[in-house]
Structures are given as structure tokens and as C-alpha cells.
């Protein structure tokens, strides 16, 4: 069953909030749009953050008008490697969001990222407020890759990762590790940032063969085929929630 909740809303809203229930982006991202003169309010191009909107006002994304929906989508994806995690691609290669679209009435975007080459577990939803939890370096979601390599890998430098590691002004910190092999190494990250293995690795001089995550928080990747989905469930969701709350 693809939908998998619901939820009321109360107007005023904050237009980033408004964009990221409506199933365009998550909430930075949807800050980015506005910052960008991608939304207009009753047809004026919105720059400024803050604004709110009333349930009258008409708001639109790069000239489509979007509405807020109740229906709460929620998909643990196996990404294949050659797709993009974002919305669109200037080059024109196939999406993460292609994989779903005919199958879903309601906006969908990416939780986070994987890149074109990597491969495995993505999240799929239209709720804003999930997104900014798995994401958001707070919450301390666990994200688990395998990393398969040229070279060795030399346990040492795994131990700096984990003791934490700077790269051209970026702080690097592992949580754990298990090295299957030489070649073969598991990785947990709890803040990772954008590309931050392959950046990793990068400085190491090791060259990445495969990139591929295989667990978010509690939802592992196993019996999901590449290019397949299913939805998350209702206690794999609220496992999610809860921990942003511990946060508080």
C-alpha cells in the first residue's frame, strides 16, 4: 500500500515548510528554490526567507502551482548505479524518480543523496519533516556502506577516519568500521556529508570500485533488487521520529 499516513495542516505556513509538504524538495532544499526565484506567492517570484502563506494564496515552483498533500508516501529504493537522486538533470540521465513515478499520484523526492555511480538504499517520500530528520546531522541516523577498493586498504587509515580526519577545511569522522578484507571494508557514518567516502578515499589515493549503502537508522537494503522499492513501515517510520526527539 503505497500511502502511508496522513496529516493535517495549519495555515499560516512557512513557505519553505508549505514547499517541502507539497512534495518539491525537502526543507533546505526548498530554502535553496526560494533563494534561487524559483516559487512565486499569488504570482510574485519569492526570494526572502521567512514568508508565510495562508491556504487562500497560490504558490508555484518553477510555474507549475503546488499544493500541500495529506497523503504521507514513505520508500526504501535500491538505487542502480548511472542514476541522479535529484529532481532533474541537465544532462538528461535517468532519475532515481523515474524508477516510481508511474506508480505514485503524489509528488515524491529524494531523502539525501547517493551519485551517479553509487548504489543501494535511498529514501523516497513527499513529507518534508521525515526528510530533515534522516538528514539532518542531529538525529545521528546511522548510514552503513560497503566499500570495495583497487587498492588495499590500510586498517591505519581507517582508525584516523574514526579519530576524525580534515580535508581541504572539511572535518571527517568515522563511527565504526569492519574490515571484511583488504579490499572490502563496511563503514558507518552518523554525519556524512556530501560524497564525504569518495572524498575520503580520494586523499587517501585509493580508488572506490563500488560505493553502496546498505542500511538507513533500522531499514536495511536486504531483499530489495536493484531498481525495486517497498514501503517503509509504519513502526520504521516512527522509529525515525522518535529519535529526533531524543535530540531535543
Do not use: C
Amino acid at each position: 500500500m503505497a500511502d502511508q499516513g496522513s496529516r493535517n495542516i495549519e495555515y499560516p505556513i512557512r513557505l519553505h515548510v508549505y514547499l517541502a509538504r507539497a512534495g518539491v524538495a525537502s526543507r533546505r532544499k526548498a530554502e535553496e528554490f526560494i533563494a534561487e526565484g524559483r516559487v512565486r506567492v499569488n504570482g510574485t517570484v519569492i526570494r526572502e526567507q521567512g514568508i508565510k502563506v495562508d491556504e487562500n494564496d497560490v504558490v508555484a515552483f518553477d510555474g507549475k502551482e503546488v499544493h500541500p498533500t495529506r497523503k504521507l508516501v514513505y520508500i526504501a529504493l535500491n538505487k542502480p548505479r548511472k542514476y541522479i537522486s535529484s529532481a532533474h538533470d541537465p544532462e538528461g540521465r535517468p532519475l532515481v524518480l523515474d524508477l516510481v513515478r508511474r506508480n505514485f499520484s503524489v509528488r515524491l523526492f529524494t531523502v539525501g543523496r547517493l551519485d551517479f555511480l553509487s548504489t543501494g538504499l535511498i529514501f523516497l517520500t513527499n513529507d518534508g519533516d521525515f526528510a530533515k530528520i534522516v538528514t539532518h546531522p542531529s538525529a545521528e541516523i546511522e548510514k552503513e556502506y560497503i566499500v570495495e577498493t583497487k587498492k588495499p586498504v590500510p586498517e591505519a587509515l581507517l582508525e584516523e577516519y574514526r579519530n576524525g580526519i580534515e580535508i581541504d577545511g572539511e572535518h571527517y569522522t568515522l563511527s565504526s568500521y569492519r574490515y571484511q578484507n583488504p579490499h572490502k571494508v563496511h563503514l558507518v557514518l552518523s554525519e556524512g556529508r556530501n560524497r564525504e567516502i569518495r572524498n575520503v578515499f580520494i586523499h587517501w589515493k585509493i580508488g572506490v570500485k563500488r560505493l553502496h549503502r546498505v542500511r538507513i537508522g533500522p531499514v536495511v537494503l536486504k531483499g530489495i533488487t536493484a531498481g525495486r522499492y517497498r514501503p517503509l513501515t509504519e513502526s520504521e517510520v516512527r522509529w525515525f521520529f522518535r529519535q529526533a526527539g531524543k535530540g531535543k
